[in-house]
T-cell receptor, first 114, second 112 residues
Framework: EPEVTQTPSHQVTQMGQEVILRCVPISNHLYFYWYRQILGQKVEFLVSFYNNEISEKSEIFDDQFSVERPDGSNFTLKIRSTKLEDSAMYFC????????????FGDGTRLSIL | DAKTTQPTSMDCAEGRAANLPCNHSTISGNEYVYWYRQIHSQGPQYIIHGLKNNETNEMASLIITEDRKSSTLILPHATLRDTAVYYCIVRLANNQGGKLIFGQGTELSVKP
């Protein structure tokens, strides 16, 4: 069964450094998402992406964050200058084009900022 | 998107049916009910979704009341591997974004 894959599984970065989290969505999916989950807290929506542009973003997704679909398969989340509070699990999700279809999630990247 | 209310935690004996309730009294006519689960900080796993009719797949059944104000996810024969946090999410089905808003969910413990 096709699945969303995320790399790396764990990323350790110094505060202030840039980090890029990578995702390969399911191949025929058209909508892409990033969520994060701080340890012990709820899963929070960050951004949705469709047709090569952001369709919605949350308050968390400030100017330090950006997303890109550089080719036909990858979907990336970049944090330009990481802060301690960016430490979290980051989940990528994708869904097909039909409006009621569910999102399917990857297993996440654990981002640790030192 | 409508808000949902779920019990914080539930226990279930292995092999028995697990019935997880969800209230969504402010649901609107074109909002779907989705169920996901999260096992120990893995990514949320899609289980099932529905609009009005009851639904069944290989993982679970979803029973939606006639007034659509509540639903129940049924795991017919719970196993230890079903121990997880279960999320009931109501989402407007449209092609604009479609973000999921997660609550705290129900922590289901399946016990031997």
């Amino acid at each position: 069964e096709p699945e969303v894959t995320q790399t790396p599984s764990h990323q350790v970065t110094q505060m202030g450094q840039e980090v890029i989290l990578r995702c390969v969505p399911i191949s025929n999916h058209l909508y892409f998402y990033w969520y994060r989950q701080i340890l012990g807290q709820k899963v929070e929506f960050l951004v949705s992406f469709y047709n090569n542009e952001i369709s919605e973003k949350s308050e968390i997704f400030d100017d330090q964050f950006s997303v890109e679909r550089p080719d036909g398969s990858n979907f990336t989340l970049k944090i330009r200058s990481t802060k301690l509070e960016d430490s979290a699990m980051y989940f990528c999700a994708s869904r097909r084009g039909l409006s009621n279809q569910p999102q399917h999630f990857g297993d996440g990247t654990r981002l640790s900022i030192l | 998107d409508a808000k949902t209310t779920q019990p914080t935690s539930m226990d279930c004996a292995e092999g028995r049916a697990a019935n997880l309730p969800c209230n969504h009294s402010t649901i609107s006519g074109n909002e779907y009910v989705y169920w996901y689960r999260q096992i120990h900080s893995q990514g949320p796993q899609y289980i099932i979704h529905g609009l009005k009719n009851n639904e069944t797949n290989e993982m679970a059944s979803l029973i939606i009341t006639e007034d659509r104000k509540s639903s129940t996810l049924i795991l017919p024969h719970a196993t230890l591997r079903d121990t997880a946090v279960y999320y009931c999410i109501v989402r407007l089905a449209n092609n604009q974004g479609g973000k999921l808003i997660f609550g705290q969910g129900t922590e289901l413990s399946v016990k031997p």
